[in-house]
């Protein structure tokens, strides 16, 4: 059997032209991953979030290579939100 890969959709978005706009968002802990503590907090209606710094990126993101910081141990849904899905080309578009 042969797969036809020029059928497969391309993305121009690689974790080379990634710009983690998806690192803005709220992200709240639905299950437990493995988040170190300190990358926690409570939002103001008692729910577990990720920590947000002064500028509003995300506390486990490394700004200088913008990679996650705790990425084995990252919430579920950062792993659920997929690079160049719709909601990512979204966020792209909001955040230039």
Not at 39 to 52: K, P, Q, S
Request: net charge negative; hydrophobic share 35%; aromatic share 6%.
């Amino acid at each position: 059997m042969t797969i036809a890969l020029k059928n497969l959709p391309t993305s121009e978005i690689t974790c080379a032209t990634c710009r983690a706009c998806c690192c803005r968002l709220e992200v709240m802990i639905i299950s437990d991953t493995g988040v170190p503590q300190e990358y926690l907090e409570t939002d103001e209606w008692g729910g577990e979030v990720m920590a947000r710094l002064d500028d509003g990126w995300c506390a486990a993101l490394n700004r200088d290579n913008l990679m996650c910081n705790i990425y084995e141990n990252r919430p579920w849904i950062c792993r659920e939100f997929e690079m160049g899905s719709e909601e990512c080309i979204t966020e792209r578009r909001e955040n230039l």
